[in-house]
């Protein structure tokens, strides 16, 4: 379970409200101009075009294809094992399930590098002269050694590396590539493996020297490049659907580093999920190119880090708290969230009543609410303009504390979704269906950036919160990014960030 909202002291807080802000007020009653101006992950154009014994570890887009595209691959194909591509020893490929995509994947990244390396670097792509190897304890044949004669499963156990010294790949087939599969998805482990493949590039152009942390941000950049050349139907080797992509942001999410209080001071830091899924995005909508400005644009500054509550890892509020003082997240977090837009609604001079938070339960009976039918309020938290009052289902709450990669946080994001909706009614918008959904989730990213930076909350965000988040919205999303209804994981998670790194005029320059 990672970090959470913890409370603080209560003070009094102020807001300073600044002209951008006036302009979202002004312009929310706007009828709609067209189509919404995020980066849409089925009209991306992007991908066309160490630690000190020499390894690189990582232990373990909602896209669309282009509808122009030209790829005769279906998502759903069974792959053949692609004799060459993996050095399996004298173990035979024992992975049904996934064997023959990886290999698949494999050689198509070699392609894909092969074709994009020279256009980016102007210079001709070297394939790995070490090649890629698949570990497991039965495995007898040798593996090469990263530092010293050869490797053994040890040495590779719940990892997948890049060894530079012998220019190699190597992944454990025994433990972690069937459990990330059996999580995540075929799809997420080819992302790492994409991953591993950019740091091979990264030898290539001689910048290893580079701190760690960028290595790792720009090889995750990489990893988008690929994933959305695939996604896009520029393979003709495999297919990515909605389902693969969202593997994608997955495989970036279950690779940050754990919250134990080092954070970006440990040498060996490799990212938040927050952080490590900006970078992957960043690949996917930019390409190859995109990624090549990593050491440059003084990227760790844009870097988010968040303090670990020494007392207290997990750092999670409870949903409610049995003391009776209010420490919890019933009580915080929509305190927060009152404070937050009672202040920019009374500065703009928009009416605005702070909507009531009401709880039921799973098993009923439900709320009643014109814009929510009856029999689809499980799993729910919802805004109901009828008798302004946000709905939300306990016992789903409860369980989200006890869930990998959800939190506090994640209860705070579905608050916030709903308390967001609240306000666009207020202000009379003319938003509906996704676009609505979409500004929603970065209204609640400028909520979460108040919170990450005002020392005068009752509560301050602490490391984990803002992955919490992201598993959220990836959740929560369309399966299909054709369905638009409430917006595709790609575009959810990219909304959020959005409002967490610029704030109210980003959500205004996105959804107008």
């Not at 392609?111 to 002269?129: G, I, K, M, N, T």
């Not at 459990?179 to 998805?185: K, N, P, R, T």
């Not at 659907?241 to 969202?246: F, L």
């Amino acid at each position: 379970m990672s970090a959470g909202v913890t409370a603080r002291t209560r003070r009094a807080r102020a807001l300073v409200v600044t002209l951008v802000v006036a302009g979202l007020f002004a312009s929310a009653c706007a009828s709609p101009g067209g189509d919404i101006t995020v980066v849409r992950s089925d009209r991306v154009g992007g991908a066309s075009s160490g630690s000190d014994d020499g390894t690189t570890t990582d232990t373990g887009s909602d896209g669309n294809p282009d509808e122009t595209a030209n790829t005769t691959v279906s998502p759903d194909a069974e792959y053949e094992v692609v004799p060459g591509v993996v050095d399996f020893g004298d173990v035979e490929p024992s992975h049904p399930e996934y064997d023959g995509f990886l290999t698949t994947a494999i050689a198509d990244i070699e392609q894909f590098w092969a074709e994009s390396y020279p256009a980016a670097y102007d210079s001709a792509w070297e394939p790995l002269a070490g090649g890629v190897y698949a570990a497991s304890p039965r495995r007898t044949d040798p593996i090469p050694g990263c530092g010293e004669s050869e490797s053994t499963y040890d040495d590779v156990a719940d990892n997948a590396f890049y060894c530079f010294e012998a220019d190699f790949i190597a992944y454990d087939d025994f433990n972690l590539l069937p459990s990330l599969v059996d999580a995540l998805g075929r799809e997420a482990v080819a992302v790492v493996l994409a991953h591993e493949f950019g740091h091979a590039v990264q030898w290539r152009t001689d910048s290893f020297d580079q701190p760690t942390i960028l290595l790792e941000q720009q090889a995750d950049c990489f990893a988008g490049a690929w994933t959305a050349h695939v996604a896009n139907g520029d393979s003709d080797l495999l297919a990515f659907d909605d389902a693969g992509v969202r593997g994608g942001l997955l495989a970036m999410l279950s690779v940050a580093d754990p919250i134990d209080g080092s954070g970006l001071a440990d040498p060996q830091a490799h990212g938040s999920g927050f952080d490590r899924v900006g970078a992957f995005q960043d690949g996917f909508t930019g390409g190859v190119e995109r990624c090549t400005t990593f050491f440059t644009e003084n990227r760790i500054d844009q870097l988010i880090e968040l303090a670990v509550d020494p007392f207290d890892l997990a750092g999670n509020l409870p949903l409610f708290d049995p003391t009776g003082q209010g420490s919890d997240i019933v009580t915080l977090l929509p305190a927060s969230l009152e404070a937050y837009w009672t202040a920019l609604t009374t500065a703009n001079k928009v009416a605005f009543t702070p909507p009531t938070f009401v709880g039921f339960d799973a098993v009923g009976p439900y709320p009643s609410c014109s814009t929510v039918a009856d029999d689809d309020w499980v799993w729910r938290v919802e805004y109901c303009p009828d008798d302004n009052t946000i709905y939300w289902d306990m016992d789903a709450a409860a369980d989200m504390l006890d869930e990998p990669f959800s939190g506090d946080m994640s209860v705070g994001y579905l608050y916030s979704t709903a308390y967001s909706d609240a306000v666009q009614t207020a202000l009379q918008t003319s938003r509906s269906g996704e676009r609505r959904a979409l500004m929603n989730d970065c209204l609640t990213g400028t909520w979460t950036g108040e919170i990450k930076d005002t020392d005068s909350e009752p509560i301050f965000l602490s490391a984990g919160d803002l992955d919490e988040a992201v598993m959220t919205a990836i959740v929560v999303a369309d399966e299909r990014s054709t369905d638009n209804v409430v917006g595709s994981a790609f575009e959810k998670v990219d909304a959020f960030r959005a409002g967490v790194l610029g704030g109210l005029e980003e959500c205004q320059a996105q959804f107008g």
